[in-house]
C-alpha cells in the first residue's frame, strides 16, 4: 500500500506481490563407470597368439583407457613378445601397444580384446603359464582384473626315434628279459611272500617304499620295465641284495566300512635315477610300468606293481592306469574266514580269509592301497600274482603300443587327480582298463583337457561310472595322502555321511543331484 503524504497528491495506491517457493538447482547425477567383470583365459600351442576378452559391467560413457601388463609366470620374456594388440571392434582391426602401455576404449562398448604373442623355440617343455594384468585409469574404475595364459608346448621337430622306440630297441646285455615272469609252480599261491608299494606312481628321480610279508628268513627284489622288447616283455632294471624277511603284523579292519588297511613295516626302498636323460644310455629309466618281482629263500614268487612318470616329457600319447578300480577290485585281507573248508578248492566264498572289495558279499564301503593285490574269482585263482589288473587289463595295449613305437608315457589316475594340468603336455590321453572309478577332481581335469584340445581314447568299459573319493592314510603309515578309496555304491544314500544332496555323494555319475552322466565327457 503505498500513501502520498508530501509532494504529491491522491488516493492510496495499491499494489499485490507474489512470492513463490524456492527450488534450488539440482545437482546433475554422475554417470557411474564401468568396472572390470572380467578378464577371460586363455590357452594356445607356442608361436600363436592368445586372445583374451575383457568384459565390463556396463558400457562405457565416454572414452575410456586401461593400463596392460604382462606378468611372468612359469613362462618368462622368451615366451611372449612385449608387444600386445588390443581391438575395439570385436577383432576386425587391432591396434599395437607395448606390455604396460595403455589401451583407448571408446565410449559405448561392453567389451574389447587383447591379444598376447607367445614365442615358438627349440625346447621340450612343459605347459608354461603368465598373467594378463588390466588396469582403468581413466573412464573406468575399479581394480585391476588378471586373465592367465597357458603357453603349450609345440610339437617338437622329427629327428629320428622317439624314446619309446629307442627304448625298445635294447638288448639283452642291456637287460632285455623273459624273467619277469613267475610260473605257477613258483607262485607264491599261499602268501609265502606278497607285498605293496608306498605310492601308485612316482617321478623319475624319486623314490618308493616296498612293504614286504614273507614266510621266508630273505628275499630279494628284481625290478622289471614292462614293455615289447622284441617280444621278451621287459628289461631288467634293478637288483637289489639278499633282504631280511620278516612276518608283517595284521592290518587293521573297520567293521563298518570294512576298510582292511595295512602298516607293514618298509622292507626295502628303490631310488630311481634321473642322471641320464639319453633313452640310449642303459642307465635311463623310460616311463612305463614296473614289476618288482619278490623272490623268497623258498622260491616263492610275487609282483609288486608301480608306475613310473617322467613329468618332464611330452610324449605325444600319456597311457593312464587306472589303478583305483584296481584297488575297489581288490580283495586282498588278513581277516580269517569262519566258513573256509580247506578241502574244498578257493573261490571267492571259499578262501582262509575274507575276500573284501567294493564287491564281494562283505563289502567295503572304504578300501586302501595299502595292501597287496589279490583276486579270488571262481576259475581264475589269484591270476595277477600281485601285479593288480595289469596282466588281464594293461599289459597287451602297453606291448601294442611299444611294439608299434609310438611316443608314450604313463601316469596314474591318481596322477590325473593331483596334477591334471600334466595332460595338457599330451597330444593325447589314454583311458585304459577298466577306468570305472573317478573323483571328481579327474572328471574336472580330464574334461578341461578335451576342451583344451587334448585328444582322447577311451579304451575300457565302465568309464568314469562310479564318483569317488580320496582320503588319507592311516596315521601309522605316515597318513600319506590319496592312499585309501572311498565308494559307498549302492550303499551311498543310505551310509555315505556326505548327506545325499551333496555332489560328491558317492553314486554313479549320471545319479548325482547335478547329474554329470559319463557320456558327455566319452560319447556315446
Known amino acids: 500500500i503505498i500513501l502520498p503524504l508530501s509532494g504529491a497528491s491522491g488516493g492510496r495506491g495499491l499494489g499485490a506481490g507474489t512470492i513463490s517457493d524456492f527450488v534450488p538447482t539440482p545437482t546433475p547425477t554422475p554417470t557411474p563407470t564401468p568396472t572390470i567383470v572380467s578378464v577371460t583365459d586363455a590357452t594356445v600351442i607356442e608361436g600363436a597368439?592368445?586372445?583374451?576378452?575383457?568384459?565390463?559391467?556396463?558400457?562405457?560413457?565416454?572414452?575410456?583407457?586401461?593400463?596392460?601388463?604382462?606378468?611372468?609366470?612359469?613362462?618368462?620374456?622368451?615366451?611372449?613378445?612385449?608387444?600386445?594388440?588390443?581391438?575395439?571392434?570385436?577383432?576386425?582391426?587391432?591396434?599395437?601397444?607395448?606390455?604396460?602401455?595403455?589401451?583407448?576404449?571408446?565410449?559405448?562398448?561392453?567389451?574389447?580384446?587383447?591379444?598376447?604373442?607367445?614365442?615358438?623355440?627349440?625346447?621340450?617343455?612343459?605347459?608354461?603359464?603368465?598373467?594378463?594384468?588390466?588396469?582403468?585409469?581413466?573412464?573406468?574404475?575399479?581394480?585391476?582384473?588378471?586373465?592367465?595364459?597357458?603357453?603349450?608346448?609345440?610339437?617338437?621337430?622329427?629327428?629320428?626315434?622317439?624314446?619309446?622306440?629307442?627304448?625298445?630297441?635294447?638288448?639283452?646285455?642291456?637287460?632285455?628279459?623273459?624273467?619277469?615272469?613267475?610260473d605257477a609252480a613258483n607262485h607264491a599261491l599261499n602268501r609265502e611272500i606278497e607285498g605293496y608299494a608306498s605310492a601308485t606312481s612316482i617321478n623319475r628321480g624319486e623314490s618308493i617304499n616296498f612293504h614286504v610279508n614273507t614266510l621266508d628268513p630273505n628275499f630279494s627284489v628284481s625290478v622289471y620295465r614292462m614293455g615289447w622288447y622284441g617280444g621278451a616283455g621287459s628289461r631288467l632294471m634293478h637288483t637289489s641284495p639278499t633282504l631280511t624277511g620278516a612276518v608283517q603284523p595284521t592290518c587293521d579292519h573297520n567293521v563298518t566300512t570294512h576298510l582292511v588297511e595295512c602298516s607293514w613295516a618298509n622292507a626295502y626302498t628303490l631310488s630311481v635315477p634321473d642322471t641320464t636323460t639319453d633313452p640310449a644310455d642303459t642307465a635311463y629309466w623310460a616311463s612305463g610300468y614296473y614289476l618288482a618281482k619278490l623272490t623268497g629263500a623258498s622260491g616263492k614268487q610275487s609282483y609288486i606293481i608301480f608306475v613310473l612318470r617322467d613329468d618332464n616329457r611330452a610324449s605325444d600319447f600319456l597311457f593312464q592306469s587306472s589303478v583305483t578300480t584296481y584297488a575297489t577290485y581288490n580283495q586282498w585281507s588278513d581277516v580269517p574266514n569262519p566258513a573256509y573248508d580247506p578241502t574244498k578248492p578257493i573261490t571267492t566264498a571259499n578262501s582262509p580269509f575274507l575276500n573284501i572289495s567294493s564287491y564281494t558279499p562283505t563289502q567295503a564301503r572304504k578300501v586302501s592301497f595299502n595292501r597287496p593285490y589279490q583276486y579270488v574269482y571262481p576259475n581264475t585263482v589269484r591270476i595277477q600274482k600281485g601285479a593288480g589288473f595289469f596282466f588281464e587289463w594293461d599289459n597287451s595295449l602297453v606291448r601294442f603300443m611299444e611294439r608299434e613305437g609310438y611316443d608314450v608315457t604313463y601316469n596314474s589316475n591318481v596322477d590325473t587327480h593331483v596334477a591334471g594340468s600334466q595332460l595338457l603336455n599330451h597330444k593325447a590321453f589314454l583311458s585304459t582298463g577298466h577306468d570305472e572309478y573317478w573323483t571328481k577332481a579327474m572328471f574336472d581335469n580330464v574334461e578341461a583337457a578335451r576342451n583344451a584340445g587334448v585328444n582322447m581314447a577311451f579304451l575300457g568299459a565302465n568309464t568314469a561310472y562310479w564318483q569317488m573319493r580320496f582320503e588319507n592314510g592311516n596315521p601309522a603309515s605316515g597318513g600319506v595322502a590319496n592312499r585309501n578309496v572311498v565308494a559307498y555304491r549302492n550303499k551311498a544314500e543310505a551310509e555315505d555321511p556326505v548327506g545325499i544332496a551333496s555332489q560328491l555323494i558317492t553314486k554313479k555319475w549320471r545319479d548325482l543331484p547335478a547329474p554329470r552322466p559319463e557320456a558327455a565327457l566319452i560319447g556315446i
Open 49 to 182: 597368439k592368445a586372445v583374451h576378452k575383457i568384459t565390463l559391467s556396463g558400457p562405457t560413457t565416454q572414452s575410456a583407457s586401461f593400463n596392460l601388463t604382462l606378468l611372468g609366470g612359469t613362462a618368462t620374456e622368451l615366451d611372449y613378445s612385449a608387444n600386445l594388440e588390443y581391438s575395439v571392434d570385436a577383432g576386425a582391426t587391432y591396434t599395437s601397444l607395448t606390455s604396460g602401455g595403455s589401451a583407448t576404449v571408446p565410449a559405448g562398448l561392453l567389451s574389447f580384446l587383447v591379444k598376447v604373442t607367445t614365442l615358438t623355440d627349440s625346447l621340450v617343455e612343459l605347459a608354461e603359464t603368465y598373467s594378463l594384468d588390466v588396469l582403468p585409469t581413466t573412464g573406468a574404475s575399479g581394480a585391476s582384473v588378471k586373465g592367465l595364459g597357458t603357453i603349450l608346448n609345440a610339437a617338437p621337430p622329427v629327428t629320428g626315434k622317439n624314446p619309446t622306440q629307442i627304448e625298445n630297441a635294447k638288448t639283452a646285455a642291456q637287460g632285455v628279459t623273459n624273467a619277469w615272469v613267475i
